[in-house]
């Protein structure tokens, strides 16, 4: 993996989905790493995502159906996403393979798919230990939170048990931190 895919892994994982929900369809992260090494336009375009005090919401939407262009065979300067969605369909139809799947997103799902990717980079660089720890034994905890020496007596964590009897409780899905940080700790030990 290149140096330039590395700077940008995060703006990678948010932009081509971090799970099967919010991925694109028929555009795999290798194919999207490959794309990002090459163009140095979509590298550019990477610089806005990660610099998440700065990027205005347009500009995150204009940014984003660039990228999404790009992916669907489209140069970052020439024709918007819906006259690429239109040409992708009409050579699917004449050759009778027509999936609606395939076809490129509407400038406005783009933009709101750029929004999301825009705002889960923001996370990940303001809660990167939030970043892919899901498992049980999380082991890229920063020792500044692991040992922190005052800790809230209204939340006590025990063991695995105990959370997993949170995550069950909670239909909902409001426990955004507990489901992506969860700590090892002893019998008995108070988490915050």
Not at 70 to 90: D, H, K, M, P, V
Not at 146 to 172: C, G, M, Q, R
Not at 174 to 180: K, L, M, T
Not at 182 to 190: V, W, Y
């Amino acid at each position: 993996m290149s140096k330039k895919v590395k700077d940008n892994i995060l703006f990678l994982r948010a932009f081509s989905g971090c799970d099967p929900t919010s991925a694109i369809f028929k555009q795999w992260k290798m194919k999207f790493a490959k794309f990002l090494d090459k163009d140095a336009g979509i590298q550019n375009t990477a610089e806005v995502f990660k610099n998440h005090h700065a990027a205005a919401p347009r500009e995150v939407g204009i940014v984003g159906g660039k990228i999404f262009a790009a992916l669907y065979g489209s140069s970052l300067q020439s024709s918007s996403l819906n006259e690429i969605r239109f040409t992708i369909f009409s050579k699917l139809l004449v050759q009778n393979n027509l999936n609606l799947a395939t076809l490129s997103p509407i400038e406005d799902a783009a933009q709101l798919h750029s929004w999301r990717a825009f705002l889960q980079e923001a996370r990940n660089e303001i809660f990167p230990i939030c970043f892919s720890c899901r498992s049980a034994s999380c082991t890229n905890v920063p020792d500044d939170i692991k040992n922190k020496p005052k800790l809230d007596d209204d939340v006590i964590i025990s063991d695995d048990e105990t959370v997993e009897e949170l995550l069950d409780a909670d239909s909902d899905n409001d426990f955004g931190q507990v489901q992506c940080l969860q700590l090892r700790s002893p019998k008995g030990a108070k988490v915050q």
